[in-house]
T-cell receptor, first 115, second 112 residues
Framework: KAGVTQTPRYLIKTRGQQVTLSCSPI?????VSWYQQTPGQGLQFLFE???????NKGNFPGRFSGRQFSNSRSEMNVSTLELGDSALYLC??????????????FGPGTRLTVL | GQQVMQIPQYQHVQEGEDFTTYCNSS?????IQWYKQRPGGHPVFLIQ?????EVKKQKRLTFQFGEAKKNSSLHITATQTTDVGTYFC????????????FGTGTRLTIIP
């Protein structure tokens, strides 16, 4: 099976711009989660989508949004970029179990730099 | 909200020495997962613990889940250079379908 893919891999933007990141999950995985990783804050949960519905949301401002399509592919959007948004954005896909516990398969990430 | 702390933040060990990282949650967990992230890579799933007091082994790695399901540990015996990376625990709350909260991570470096 192909792994989780993320595009683009690298992105440079300036403050005030907006950006859209894309994630294609492993075939058959319907749950997609997004994380922000920075050296100082570690892995911070952004949101999770399942069957085109947002199931969980982290503590990020409304500038961060996402969506999931019927083929389970997901996008996240960040508007009005700030310098502090520079980070590695990781997407992870998973299956769901009856117990809710699920192994996350991570993509390679998109490295966003805001100048 | 749920918080998951890990200690230590950094650990430097001589090759062949043992290594342990500890994970503590502010709330009871339904399960805990462990991930390893190599430098420049992405997190890779290692294991999941579900039962109170559970202990699982993977070769030189031993994982434990506390009796109260609020803490966990990862112990590596006789470290090797391939063990270099950051180890994260990730806990899921006790109410089902809750998000995974990742710990702060422990970065392991090996001195050959």
């Amino acid at each position: 099976k192909a792994g989780v893919t993320q595009t683009p891999r690298y992105l440079i933007k300036t403050r005030g711009q907006q950006v859209t990141l894309s994630c294609s999950p492993i075939s058959g995985h319907r749950s997609v989660s997004w994380y922000q990783q920075t050296p100082g804050q570690g892995l911070q949960f952004l949101f999770e989508y399942f069957s085109e519905t947002q199931r969980n949301k982290g503590n990020f401002p409304g500038r961060f949004s996402g969506r999931q399509f019927s083929n389970s592919r997901s996008e996240m959007n960040v508007s009005t970029l700030e310098l502090g948004d520079s980070a590695l954005y990781l997407c992870a896909s998973s299956t769901l179990t009856s117990g809710g516990a699920r192994e996350q398969f991570f993509g390679p990430g998109t490295r966003l730099t805001v100048l | 909200g749920q918080q998951v702390m890990q200690i230590p933040q950094y650990q430097h060990v001589q090759e062949g020495e043992d290594f342990t990282t500890y994970c503590n949650s502010s709330t009871t967990l339904s399960n805990i997962q462990w991930y390893k992230q190599r430098p420049g890579g992405h997190p890779v799933f290692l294991i999941q613990l579900v039962k109170s007091g559970e202990v699982k082994k993977q070769k030189r790695l031993t994982f434990q889940f506390g009796e109260a399901k609020k803490n966990s540990s990862l112990h590596i015996t006789a470290t090797q250079t391939t063990d270099v990376g950051t180890y994260f625990c990730a806990g899921q709350g006790d109410f089902g379908n809750e998000k995974l909260t990742f710990g702060t991570g422990t970065r392991l470096t090996i001195i050959p």
